[in-house]
C-alpha cells in the first residue's frame, strides 16, 4: 500500500566529483514517441551542488538520494564518503554500465559509507550483474538505465539512451527475470513509466516503488495523476 505522501524520496542528476562540460551538441534527438538522449554526463559536480543544495536538501520533506553518473565510477568512495553526513541525503544510487566491474565498485563504496545503496542496472543486460551486486553490498536494485538506441542525423549514425514509453516492456521483462532470481533486495523499477496504469503494472510484476523521470520533464504533475489512480 501507498503512504499517504507516495512521494518516498528525490532522485539527483548523475553527478560527477568535478563539473563535466559533457558531450557536444546535440544531445536530444527526437524519434517517434521519444527521445534519444546522450550528455556525457554533463553536470555541475558534487562539490558544486552540496554547496548549492546542502540546505535545500536538509529541509526536504522527503530524503534525497544522490546518483553518481557511470563516468564517475573512480570516484565513487571519495562521492560517497563526502554524503555521509550531509543532512538529507538518504542514500546513494550507482549507475552502472557494461564497462564497470560491479561488485568492485560497490564493494568500495559500502567500504566509504553507511548509507542505503541502490544499484541502477543497466537494461542492456541487467540479469548479469543484478547478484553480484546484491552479494557486493547494494541495498537495492534500480531497474534501469536507459537502453542504449541510434538514429541516423545528418546521414550518419547517432547513438543515445532511449526515453520512451516503449522502454516499459524492456523494463518489466528485466524487473520480472530477476524477481525469479529471488535474490535479497527489493526491486525499484524505472523505464517507461508514464501513467498509473504503469505504476500498477511495475508493483504487479514485482517491483516495490518506481522511479518516474522523462514522464515528469513532458508534466511535471504527473506523479500526483499517477497516485490518485492507484
Known sequence: PLPSDPVGAIVTAPLTLHA???????????????????TGA????????LRDNERAWAASACPIIVAFAAQAAPDWATMAARLE??????????HLNPTINAADAIRAVRAATELPLLAKLDLDSPLD???????????????GRSPRGMAIVDGRPWYGR???????????????????????????ACGGV????????FLA??????????????????????????
Open 20 to 38: 563535466r562540460s559533457g558531450g557536444p551538441l546535440p544531445r536530444v534527438v527526437e524519434i517517434p514517441g521519444g527521445c534519444l538522449m546522450r
Open 42 to 49: 554533463a553536470n555541475v559536480g558534487l562539490i558544486r551542488a
Open 85 to 94: 553526513r550531509v543532512p538529507g541525503v538518504g542514500g546513494v544510487e550507482l
Open 129 to 143: 550483474a543484478a547478484g553480484r551486486c546484491v552479494d557486493a553490498g547494494a541495498n537495492a536494485l534500480v531497474v
Open 162 to 188: 532511449l526515453y520512451s514509453p516503449s522502454v516499459k516492456p524492456i523494463a518489466l521483462r528485466a524487473i520480472a527475470d530477476i524477481v525469479a532470481q529471488k535474490l535479497d533486495a527489493p526491486i525499484v
Open 194 to 201: 508514464h501513467s498509473g496504469d504503469d505504476l500498477r503494472d
Open 205 to 230: 510484476a514485482g517491483a516495490v516503488a518506481v522511479e518516474v523521470d522523462s514522464a515528469v520533464w513532458v508534466d511535471p504533475q504527473v506523479i500526483t495523476r499517477m497516485t490518485e489512480v492507484v
